[in-house]
């Protein structure tokens, strides 16, 4: 079993930056997959960006890709993302979320645990 919660979101202006935390309990969460998703108000949950367990692969939706950047701490058992050049289409929840496994999935429904998610907010 395995336990995300997620940190770090805010509120911030267009061009400004963040880093999310997304912090596990459970000792295996070193080998699990993890991922960022993200839901904007009125539309469906969007994949973000992945990592594998090592943290040597990463994989990143177009709209992220060069300005947003996933990397892991396994020895603190924590993922990051850090949100460079923000938009103001980045305004979502943001969600961690973990799976077992290898394949740097994008779909949703492929992973097991998910945090309760952080609010992302840029202002133009």
């Known amino acids: 079993q395995v336990q995300l919660v997620e940190s770090g979101g805010g509120l911030v202006q267009t061009g400004g930056s963040l880093r999310l935390s997304c912090a596990a309990s459970g000792r295996t969460f070193r080998s699990y997959v993890t991922g960022w998703f993200r839901q904007a108000p009125g539309k469906e949950r969007e994949f973000v960006a992945v990592?594998?367990?090592?943290?040597?692969?990463?994989y990143y939706a177009d709209s992220v890709k060069g300005r947003f950047t996933i990397s892991r701490d396994n020895a603190k058992n924590t993922v990051y993302l850090r949100m460079n050049s923000l938009k103001p289409e980045d305004t979502a929840v943001y969600y961690c979320a973990a799976r077992e496994g290898w394949n740097l999935s994008p779909r949703e429904l492929e992973y097991d645990y998910w945090g309760q998610g952080t609010q992302v907010t840029v202002s133009s």
């Open positions: 990592i594998n367990w090592s943290g040597s692969s990463t």
